[in-house]
């Protein structure tokens, strides 16, 4: 199997993320409003996998305390510098991993947006992760996760090629160049529930030369809603709340997972 670098390591994945995911996005979403319903003005909220800052940016500017944790040290620089640019100092960012980072003060709210969850990719890492969440939960903590719940179609075993839909361009926020985003394949693993991403990045001229080609690749393992829930439950957590989008609808088969978990 050839190894391609990963998708959030560097260059026009990187470099375009806020591009593909930007202010309107979020306010589709709806996750950031979703968070601050839950957050304290007076106390600190973690983010697990913070990537360029999009959710903790967003609530620091709303008043609150953040802090974001990221291994990733493009997406950190760009996060970085987004932070600079806030109207409020609130966000404050660090490279660590979700599984064994350490902070000093407790806080009462840790989310794990926009499937950063789904990074860990085996059993272990993600009770190593929920083990860590819990020891820096205050006693009346919150834990907010936001994952896929993919159907059947999505989570064929085997390779296969993505449909066209998996195709999409944004304009380079640097450069103004037009940058083609494509899906090349999809390879699921349905015993360990892992799927493994082949994505192209090109990048064109205006006279439409190629200036750059990458390949990147994501790697994530889906988590289907009992198996959550067990999880949670087993690892110091009573579930709350689980949802299929941020506007509090009824889990949906093929939608998006939203668990809210109370520490126990």
Known sequence: MTDFQGFYEAGLSVE????MFDEEFTQQLGDVRFYSEYAKKDSLIIELGSGTGRVSCALAELGYKVL????SDAMLNIANAKRKGLKQKGAKFIKADMKSFSVKI????????????????DV???????NNISKHLDQQGKLIIHI?????????????????????????????NRVLMDAKSINNNVVNQVSREIWKFKEFSDDEDVLRLETREIIW????????????????????EHYSDFNRNHLMYGGQQIIVADKL
């Not at 974001?68 to 291994?71: A, D, Q």
């Not at 272990?124 to 929920?130: H, N, S, T």
């Open 68 to 71: 974001g944790i990221e291994n």
């Open 106 to 121: 407790p806080a009462s709210l840790i989310i794990i947006p926009f499937r950063s969850f789904e990074m860990l990719l």
């Open 148 to 176: 896929t719940y993919p159907n059947s179609e999505q989570l064929k075993p085997g390779l296969r090629k993505p449909d066209k839909s998996w195709c999409s361009q944004v304009p380079h926020p640097k450069t103004g």
């Open 221 to 240: 393992r889906w988590t289907n809603p009992p198996e959550l829930k067990s999880m949670l439950e087993n690892n110091g957590f009573t579930v709350l």
């Open 16 to 19: 375009i993320y806020d591009t």
């Open 124 to 130: 272990e890492d993600q009770i190593a992760c929920l």
